[in-house]
């Protein structure tokens, strides 16, 4: 018999103990999301991935947020980040600083997501940027990425949430990292 594992079992480590973890050298940069829902959702994958911060752009609603800690279940708490008002300007300074800069978007030109491998720069930081429900990453990120990597879609629907398409990527990402 599988028997679900108790609370107690599911415990890993304690806040401050996560926070002293050697994380992925990858920032997720939230680019206008609207849904706090979806803000909360991405620190909690962050946080289960070891994504070493989130930068939450423009108009993505920023902690303390019960709509936040809704999905987040104090993921908020134990994931450093931090809010900008402009994510191009963001995305602009941390590539001045050599940070590798891949964008989550349908674009033509895009890498499959499934071969991040093939493009990924182990030796430099990573940005991962994720965009806007509506209008998606804004194209002056889009143009200047180093990569813009796609989910291959295969259904009726064109896209995914944004928080469960920055979900299937940092699974890539950790993948490759681990």
């Not at 926070?19 to 909360?40: E, F």
């Not at 300074?93 to 964008?103: A, T």
């Not at 491998?117 to 200047?144: C, H, K, P, T, Y």
């Amino acid at each position: 018999m599988r028997e679900k594992k108790n609370i107690i079992e599911l415990t890993r480590v304690t806040r401050d103990e996560y926070r002293a973890l050697r994380k992925l050298p990858l920032t997720v940069l939230t680019d206008n999301v609207r849904s706090a829902q979806n803000i909360g959702s991405i620190f909690r994958t962050a946080d289960a991935m070891k994504v070493a911060r989130v930068v939450l752009g423009g108009i993505s609603p920023v902690p303390p947020s019960p709509e936040i800690s809704k999905t987040a279940l104090g993921a908020e708490e134990s994931v450093e980040w931090r809010h900008v008002a402009d994510a191009v300007a963001e995305v602009r300074r941390l590539k001045s600083k050599g940070m590798k800069v891949y964008v989550l978007e349908q674009a033509h030109g895009s890498v499959d997501l499934r071969h991040l491998g093939r493009v990924l720069d182990r030796d430099a930081g990573s940005l991962l940027v994720v965009g806007n429900e509506v209008n998606g990453v804004d194209q002056r990120i889009v143009d200047m990425s180093d990569t813009v990597l796609e989910i291959p879609m295969h259904g009726v629907k064109h896209s995914l949430n944004v928080s469960v398409s920055a979900g299937i990527a940092l699974w890539e990402f950790y993948r490759e990292f681990i």
